[in-house]
């Protein structure tokens, strides 16, 4: 199995997920994650080769391997690497079903590109393969449970809401950790 290595440290990451609490009549504070942890996220990668007027085209795209969001990934960009110290989450969608919503979404690409430019590519070939791509997970106190947030361990962006939707899934999970 593939996992791509963090190039975000775990100071960088605590600095990035401590969080700025808003509030109406104080001045605004700071709330530190009780704890941060590098969680490796299943993602299916997909080599699509596409038939446009000019000649094939090829590009990779993913989908994680729990709702099967789909993405773009520049993987020749990537530092991958065969093994890794930090818990992973069990994959729950088949290669099948990745590949189904992968095709689905970039279909409406596709079209939409087809309408700009008056030429409608075709995906005529598809390849896959499995990695792990990491993430930070911070936690916090929240009423009498915890709430979490995220950043790539890559460029330590936030994670959007489409893809906390992915983690809430994967923690839900009994068997979360493989």
Do not use: C
């Amino acid at each position: 199995m593939r996992f791509v290595t963090p190039s975000v440290d775990k100071d960088t990451a605590f600095k990035n997920l401590t969080r700025k609490r808003k509030r109406l009549f104080a001045a605004a504070s700071k709330q530190a994650p009780l704890k941060i942890e590098l969680i490796n996220f299943p993602h299916y990668i997909f080599t699509l080769t596409i038939s446009v007027e000019s000649g094939n085209k090829e590009i990779d795209v993913a989908a994680d391997g729990i709702v099967g969001l789909f993405s773009f990934l520049k993987i020749e960009e990537l530092s991958l690497d065969d093994k890794s110290d930090f818990p992973t989450f069990a994959w729950k969608l088949s290669t099948e079903q990745a590949k189904e919503k992968v095709v689905a979404e970039y279909r409406w690409i596709l079209i939409k590109h087809g309408i700009h430019n008056r030429e409608l590519p075709k995906i005529i070939d598809i390849r896959d393969s499995k990695l792990f791509y990491p993430f930070w997970v911070g936690y916090y106190p929240r009423g009498d449970g915890l709430d979490f947030n995220a950043i790539d361990a890559i460029s330590a962006a936030p994670i959007g809401i489409k893809m906390r939707r992915s983690f809430l899934v994967a923690f839900a999970q009994k068997k979360t950790f493989a």
